[in-house]
């Protein structure tokens, strides 16, 4: 049997042109993911792309061929679909998307897959190794990843030299809060899954990195597992970036422990400096932490902030923009980050914006965190286009670079370089993230623009 797994690219990146020799981020896990459960006894010869690094051959030699998709990229997986079936392939779609869209997805493929693939994906590759191929298979009601014999990602499939880093790990999925925003509850709930942390540490340790990236969405969702996991890491000597919520605050000793375990930057999600805001988000428990606070704390402790915060809530007006990014500065944020509310399918966000005949257009390519595709409340989507791009261009000017910088007594090379990244993002926003621009034809220039921020921007999460 052969296997070809592939990520599709959204339309921004696909109009690089294949300018660039390795991608500008870190590896994904999915596809090693998939690749590593495909089991043994098929003999499988197994062949992954990624059409951010290399650009998907024009003939592809496999009898199945597996595309994950998140919402942005599901106009190019289907086109992917179309010419794979075209041609006798079987082709099985799955991811972010598919989870949230199973009807629309299925078809435009011979089966879908729904939810965590951990049990379903090798059932389905054992059913088409017999002629016994379903249309779909799901989730199993008692998923669990608490598996200790559970196969590491078969980060060999790659070539390392196309990533800034290959040594993205995972120890837990989804979370336990219900932001109406947020696709993880409304694609696969609440419960927090959780690997064995001895598995995690193994994973690690087989790899043989010190400076690592976990894309869990919320590391301290169960403090109890989280403990454990940090003390485990901390005669490990590695130096590692995180994502977490405000409510580490709450957990001084907690915190301290994720210090001394090596963390080196968390990625929070501070959302608004409006607390209306917060409430129309369903994250009031933003609201339990003084934001400066736990910046300072963090900063304390030797942990860069980068803090992201989404403009188009239904109590944001046209001030919050400023607002923001005088936040930012005050409180010394390393690298903020901005976005336009996305009413991504699926999620309740969606469903009350669909409801209310507030969602101007279901083309996914545009559901990207930056393309205004709803009708915000408290302003017209003229303003939240324009705030957004001027609130990047204000929080990285040459003076508030040094200001941010200064407050956080950040003075390390890698921060001023992944600003300067980000400066240069902010200053040719307008070139490629309008509603009206062909993104599809993005001009070289432009693509070399958001080249550098991204690299210069994971440089310093990567080292």
């Known amino acids: 049997m052969k296997i ?20 500008l981020r870190y590896q994904p896990l999915t596809l090693t993911t998939l690749a590593a459960l495909v089991p043994p006894e098929l003999n499988a010869q197994i062949a992954v792309y990624d059409e951010g690094v290399q650009p998907i051959p024009d003939a592809i030699d496999a009898d ?7 919402t942005g990229t599901a106009g190019r997986a289907y086109e992917l679909a179309a010419r794979f079936r075209a041609e006798g392939k079987t082709v099985v779609l799955g991811g972010p ?35 016994a191929l379903k249309p779909a298979y799901h989730q199993s009601p008692d998923f669990s990843l608490d598996r200790p014999d559970m196969p590491y990602a078969r980060r060999d499939l790659f070539d390392s030299g196309q990533f800034l880093t290959q040594a993205v790990f995972e120890a837990t999925r989804s979370c336990v ?115 400066k606070q736990v910046i300072g704390d963090l900063h304390h402790l030797g942990i860069s902030i980068q803090g992201c ?19 930012a500065l005050d409180a010394g944020v390393d690298l903020p980050r901005f976005a336009v509310l996305t009413p991504f399918p699926g999620t309740p966000l969606h469903t009350r914006l669909d409801s209310e005949g507030r969602i101007l257009t279901k083309d996914w390519e545009l559901y990207d965190g930056q393309h205004v595709v709803f009708q915000p409340r ?46 240069f993002y ?26 550098f921020a991204e690299e210069s921007a994971n440089r310093a999460i990567c080292g």
């Not at 869209?101 to 590759?125: F, K, N, R």
């Not at 307008?430 to 509603?435: A, G, I, K, L, M």
């Open 4 to 23: 070809a797994l592939i990520s599709p690219k959204g339309p921004l990146y696909r109009a690089r042109g294949g300018i660039f020799k390795k991608s």
């Open 426 to 451: 902010a200053h040719n926003l307008h070139r490629f993230y309008t509603c009206d621009w062909p993104i599809q034809a993005l001009p070289p220039r432009v693509s070399r623009a958001i080249a």
């Open 64 to 70: 199945l061929i597996g595309l994950t998709v998140i």
């Open 309 to 327: 915060f989404v403009f188009g809530l239904d109590h944001d007006t046209p001030d919050v923009f400023d607002a923001t990014v005088e936040f």
């Open 378 to 423: 408290a302003m017209t989507v003229q303003e939240l286009a324009e705030g957004h791009e001027r609130a990047w261009k204000k929080v990285y000017q040459w003076s508030s670079i040094a200001k941010r910088l200064w407050v956080a007594r950040n003075f390390q090379p890698l921060a001023l370089t992944a600003n300067l990244g980000y400066r």
């Open 97 to 131: 998307h598919v989870t949230l869209m199973p009807q629309e997805a299925a078809q435009h493929a011979d089966v879908i897959c729904v939810g965590y693939a951990e049990d379903s994906w090798p059932t389905l590759l054992r059913d088409f190794s017999c002629g």
């Open 177 to 291: 809060h219900d932001c109406e925003f947020c696709v993880a509850p409304a694609a696969w709930g609440r419960q927090q899954y959780q690997k064995p942390v001895d598995w995690v540490i193994n994973d690690i340790r087989q790899f043989g990195q010190k400076k690592l990236i976990f894309v869990d969405l919320n590391l301290i969702s169960d403090r109890v597992y989280a403990r454990e996991l940090f003390t485990k890491l901390v005669p490990l000597n590695v130096e590692w970036f995180g994502l977490s919520t405000v409510l580490l605050a709450h957990d001084p000793e907690l915190m301290e422990l994720v210090a001394r375990s090596g963390c080196k930057g968390l990625l929070l999600g501070l959302e608004t400096v409006t607390p209306e805001s917060l409430r129309d988000a369903k994250k009031r428990f933003n609201g339990s932490v003084g934001f």
